[in-house]
């Protein structure tokens, strides 16, 4: 689950924490890793990566799967992201880059980094493998001043129903 540190990320994996899963959650600083390590105990494994660094993010799907070995992931949450609105004839290009870097391509380099630990897992039959992509109402419909961020949500949107159908071949 990507972005565990609060908001609907943290809420998530409360939940799965106390229906006895195991968590593997991403923060970007090491108090929330603490903090929620202190909360879930072994229930929860601190990732620790920014949407925007590709390094990182391959640096610990290779350390989950050492650790999960042969059994794979079931589920992949893409959670993390931030919001951010500007006048859409204003906002600056700069700015708009950086928020599709973090909701949209974060998205997609933390789906391609866990995809193969989402493949053997798929492999067994008997379990169902999925990837949650968390979006918003904005991703269909767009409130004024909220342009920039209704736009990665319009991709992430777009980037799903490609998921849901290129992925189907493998159980996912």
């Known amino acids: 689950i ?6 609907i990320g943290l809420a998530i994996t409360r939940v799965f924490a106390a229906a006895g899963y195991k968590i593997f959650g991403s923060v970007r600083k090491k108090e929330d890793a603490l903090r929620l390590k202190e909360e879930l105990g072994d229930a929860y494994e601190p990732l620790f990566f920014d949407l925007t660094d590709d390094d990182a993010i391959k640096a610990e799907a290779a350390r989950v799967a050492e650790l999960v070995g ?23 290009i700069d700015y708009m880059k950086h928020i599709y870097d ?7 380099r933390v789906s391609q980094a866990f995809f193969p630990l989402l493949k053997i897992s798929s492999a067994n039959k008997s379990v169902q493998t999925k990837i949650v992509n968390i979006s918003s109402g904005a991703g269909r419909a767009v409130r004024p001043y909220l342009g920039p961020y209704a736009a990665t949500k319009h991709a992430v949107e777009a980037i799903s129903d490609a998921m849901r159908r290129e992925l189907m071949r493998y159980g996912i």
Do not use: E
Not at 70 to 92: C, K, P, R
Not at 102 to 108: D, I
């Open 70 to 92: 042969h059994q794979g992931i079931q589920l992949l949450v893409n959670n993390g992201g931030i919001s951010g609105g500007d006048a859409i004839m204003h906002v600056s």
């Open 2 to 7: 990507t972005g565990v540190s609060s908001g």
């Open 102 to 108: 973090v909701n949209t391509l974060g998205l997609l």
